[in-house]
């Protein structure tokens, strides 16, 4: 079973950036599409970003469209999440899951591969 572990959150004004890592450990993260979602308060967990394991297909839901870039490392088992021009609403736990696939809003978890999650607050 991988296990992971995110990083990179904290406390950014509107229209900052952060950088997330989630680090993959005890299993073969190069075999495996990976995904960033997040869960605000009292909602529900929302599917984000997804990349293939080759980094050759990608996707993006509407609300981060355009500001955020999903990348990974298969050399550093690390996947990565570039948030710019954050807003508010981003406010959130930020977590990456091994995807066994996906394809548009669809998506497919790997076993119960979640990581811990990491805090993300975009405030003034």
């Known amino acids: 079973q991988m296990q992971l572990v995110e990083s990179g959150g904290g406390l950014v004004q509107p229209g900052g950036s952060l950088r997330l890592s989630c680090a993959a450990s005890g299993g073969a993260f190069g075999g495996y599409a990976m995904g960033w979602f997040r869960q605000a308060p009292g909602k529900e967990r929302e599917y984000l970003s997804a990349?293939?394991?080759?980094?050759?297909?990608?996707y993006y839901s509407d609300s981060v469209k355009g500001r955020f870039t999903i990348s990974r490392d298969n050399a550093k088992n690390t996947l990565y999440l570039q948030m710019n021009s954050l807003k508010p609403e981003d406010s959130a736990i930020y977590y990456c899951a091994a995807l066994l696939r996906f394809g548009g809003t669809f998506y497919e978890v790997a076993g119960d591969s979640w990581g811990q999650g990491t805090q993300v607050t975009v405030s003034s």
């Open positions: 990349i293939s394991w080759a980094s050759t297909s990608t």
